[in-house]
């Protein structure tokens, strides 16, 4: 009933996604088939052809989908924030199977036929399209329907880039910690999907001849499925008998350093074994990790926790905000044990250049600014009682539209290179020097304090109490200018995390 609520509350935004997804999987798809059949058919044609063009569509599919729009974001034309690189990828992605089904429905072609079309005195043009295709077209259909289903998915991916669609609820959930806007998102494209991928199906049923016998491979699938999940279970479930510690993390840099930074710290003090689970996913994902026992321990910032997890209002005093989130992990059989040392709070950054050009030091100093630029920001920022809301009532600032949406990751190279004039990201974010970003002082006082802690099960702590005197130990230890290094090295440095974790704990 609260989802329902929830899509009637808001249920312009969501035909206006749902239509922003099914505009971007409908484009992709069509170009996907105007350039796919024609490389099939002259792959069929001309064998030689057929082994680079298959091999290069595999080495498209293999580079997952945020990395492809972070590839994209910086080239011109074809790149930049917004559906333009969307589509780019989507296109990518659907061109394999729609060629590998061309060529595949037209070699299995009999030669007779072939032969007998010839024999009529046909061109190679008539018999390619009133033979040939007509035979080949249920499997072009099949690769039709796999390229159209592999978008609707892939296509949640492209909020992370400001193309709208449904993924912007799945990302917003994430960040907010909010299974309603999860499954806001992800149940109208799981239904776009299975409706694609019916029609698609009905379409190829009904021009197939013979109908292929498909239930013994998903049996097949089904049982490879459910023996590689005993397995991967049976082995987490040895790793825990044997007394090791898990360790999660988000899915940005700070976070897999922070991950790190704990684990290593454990197996230095304790010899305990460690099992690392870093790049999990936003809030949500560890929150819950945790919850159920999957996770013995992550950094959680205090200011995340008190609103994101917790729904409590903002406040701007450290200490107390500690002693409100600790008590509120006391509750639910979690430790909050002393911060690291640092406050990772938002930081509304701008370009450099810009900074120097028109004197800008204070978040006050871009109001004047503001109505000729263009912000984007990510989608905790954007939802969040102390995000974006909030930070335009206090300072007065109005942009030359709405602010974009995108993914935190991408978006310090957003501003870099002029996609867009201001962002919030994260003040111990390595990029803000690596790209020449400012950080404009928060004159106003307005963001609550993001104090690094970590977060641990009670549980494992009394079992193991080597384990919160090894954590205690990291209390005070690492400043933002430690951290602001640290994550300096990965971004910009291109340095093994581990390694830079390692020299950090020896220093």
Same mark, same amino acid.
């Given at each position: 009933?609260?989802?329902?609520?929830?899509?009637? !509350?808001?249920?312009?935004?969501?035909?206006?996604? %749902?239509? /922003?997804?099914?505009?971007? +999987?409908?484009?992709?798809?069509?170009?996907?088939?105007?350039?796919?059949?024609?490389?099939? +058919?002259? $792959?069929?044609?001309?064998?030689?052809?057929?082994?680079?063009?298959?091999?290069? &569509?595999?080495?498209?599919?293999?580079?997952?989908?945020?990395?492809?729009?972070?590839?994209?974001?910086?080239?011109?034309?074809?790149?930049?924030?917004?559906?333009?690189?969307?589509?780019?990828?989507? *296109? =990518?992605?659907?061109? =394999?199977?729609?060629?590998?089904?061309?060529?595949?429905?037209?070699?299995?072609?009999?030669?007779?036929?072939? #032969?007998?079309?010839?024999?009529?005195?046909?061109?190679?043009?008539?018999?390619?399209?009133?033979?040939?295709?007509?035979?080949?077209?249920?499997?072009?259909?099949?690769?039709?329907?796999?390229?159209?289903?592999?978008?609707?998915?892939?296509?949640?991916?492209?909020?992370? *880039?400001?193309?709208?669609?449904?993924? #912007?609820? *799945?990302?917003?959930?994430?960040?907010?910690?909010?299974?309603?806007?999860?499954?806001?998102? &992800?149940?109208?494209? &799981?239904?776009?999907?299975?409706?694609?991928?019916?029609?698609?199906?009905?379409?190829?049923?009904?021009?197939?001849?013979?109908?292929?016998?498909?239930?013994?491979?998903? %049996?097949?699938? %089904?049982?490879?499925?459910? !023996?590689?999940?005993?397995?991967?279970?049976?082995?987490?479930? $040895?790793?825990?008998?044997?007394?090791?510690?898990?360790?999660?993390?988000?899915?940005?840099?700070?976070?897999?350093?922070?991950?790190?930074?704990?684990?290593?710290?454990?197996?230095?003090?304790?010899?305990?074994?460690?099992? @690392?689970?870093?790049?999990?996913?936003?809030?949500?994902?560890?929150?819950?990790?945790?919850?159920?026992?999957?996770?013995?321990?992550?950094?959680?910032?205090?200011?995340?926790?008190?609103?994101?997890?917790?729904?409590?209002?903002?406040?701007?005093?450290?200490?107390?905000?500690?002693?409100?989130?600790?008590?509120?992990?006391?509750?639910?059989?979690?430790?909050?044990?002393?911060?690291?040392?640092?406050?990772?709070?938002?930081?509304?950054?701008?370009?450099?250049?810009?900074?120097?050009?028109?004197?800008?030091?204070?978040?006050?100093?871009?109001?004047?600014?503001?109505?000729?630029?263009?912000?984007?920001?990510?989608? #905790?920022?954007?939802?969040?009682?102390?995000?974006?809301?909030?930070?335009?009532?206090?300072?007065?600032?109005?942009?030359?539209?709405?602010?974009? %949406?995108?993914?935190?990751?991408?978006?310090? @190279?957003?501003?870099?290179?002029? /996609?867009?004039?201001?962002? $919030?990201?994260?003040?111990?974010?390595? =990029?803000?020097?690596?790209?020449?970003?400012?950080?404009?002082?928060?004159?106003?006082?307005?963001?609550?304090?993001?104090?690094?802690?970590?977060?641990?099960?009670?549980?494992?702590?009394?079992?193991?109490?080597?384990? @919160?005197? $090894?954590?205690?130990?990291?209390?005070?230890?690492?400043?933002?200018?430690?951290? @602001?290094?640290?994550?300096?090295?990965?971004?910009?440095?291109?340095?093994?995390? &581990?390694?830079?974790?390692?020299?950090?704990?020896?220093?």
């Amino acid at each position: 009933m609260t989802l329902i609520r929830f899509w009637v !509350a808001h249920q312009r935004e969501l035909a206006a996604l %749902v239509a /922003q997804h099914v505009l971007l +999987v409908s484009a992709s798809t069509l170009v996907a088939i105007a350039v796919g059949l024609p490389l099939g +058919v002259l $792959a069929a044609r001309r064998p030689r052809l057929a082994s680079p063009l298959v091999g290069l &569509a595999n080495i498209v599919q293999t580079v997952p989908s945020l990395a492809m729009f972070g590839f994209l974001l910086p080239v011109p034309l074809v790149g930049g924030v917004g559906a333009r690189a969307a589509i780019v990828v989507l *296109i =990518l992605y659907g061109l =394999l199977p729609i060629v590998r089904t061309t060529i595949a429905g037209l070699n299995g072609i009999d030669p007779a036929i072939r #032969e007998a079309g010839v024999a009529m005195g046909m061109t190679p043009g008539e018999l390619l399209r009133l033979v040939e295709l007509p035979l080949a077209l249920p499997s072009i259909v099949a690769g039709i329907r796999v390229a159209a289903v592999v978008g609707v998915g892939s296509a949640t991916i492209a909020a992370a *880039i400001g193309a709208g669609g449904l993924g #912007e609820y *799945i990302y917003r959930g994430l960040s907010m910690v909010d299974s309603t806007v999860i499954l806001a998102g &992800a149940i109208p494209a &799981a239904m776009l999907a299975l409706v694609v991928d019916g029609g698609l199906l009905l379409i190829e049923r009904r021009l197939s001849a013979r109908r292929r016998a498909k239930a013994p491979r998903a %049996v097949a699938a %089904v049982a490879l499925v459910v !023996a590689l999940a005993f397995v991967g279970s049976s082995a987490v479930l $040895a790793r825990r008998s044997g007394g090791a510690i898990v360790v999660g993390s988000k899915n940005f840099t700070e976070q897999m350093i922070l991950g790190e930074l704990v684990a290593q710290t454990i197996e230095r003090e304790t010899s305990l074994p460690v099992v @690392r689970r870093l790049n999990l996913g936003g809030t949500l994902i560890c929150d819950r990790a945790l919850m159920t026992g999957d996770v013995d321990v992550y950094v959680e910032y205090t200011g995340t926790a008190l609103t994101a997890v917790f729904h409590q209002p903002v406040a701007s005093e450290s200490t107390g905000v500690y002693g409100t989130v600790r008590e509120q992990y006391a509750r639910t059989g979690r430790t909050l044990l002393p911060p690291l040392g640092f406050n990772n709070t938002f930081a509304i950054l701008v370009r450099g250049a810009d900074a120097r050009r028109l004197g800008l030091k204070t978040i006050d100093d871009v109001v004047g600014q503001a109505p000729r630029w263009h912000a984007g920001f990510g989608y #905790e920022f954007l939802e969040r009682p102390d995000g974006y809301p909030g930070l335009a009532a206090k300072y007065g600032l109005r942009f030359a539209g709405t602010p974009g %949406v995108m993914d935190l990751s991408l978006s310090y @190279r957003a501003l870099a290179s002029g /996609q867009v004039d201001l962002i $919030a990201g994260d003040a111990t974010a390595g =990029l803000i020097r690596g790209l020449d970003l400012v950080q404009l002082e928060d004159n106003r006082h307005y963001f609550p304090p993001y104090d690094a802690a970590p977060v641990a099960s009670a549980a494992t702590l009394l079992k193991y109490p080597k384990v @919160r005197t $090894a954590l205690e130990g990291l209390a005070g230890r690492v400043s933002a200018d430690d951290m @602001r290094a640290m994550n300096y090295a990965a971004d910009v440095e291109h340095k093994d995390i &581990a390694a830079i974790v390692r020299d950090f704990l020896k220093r």
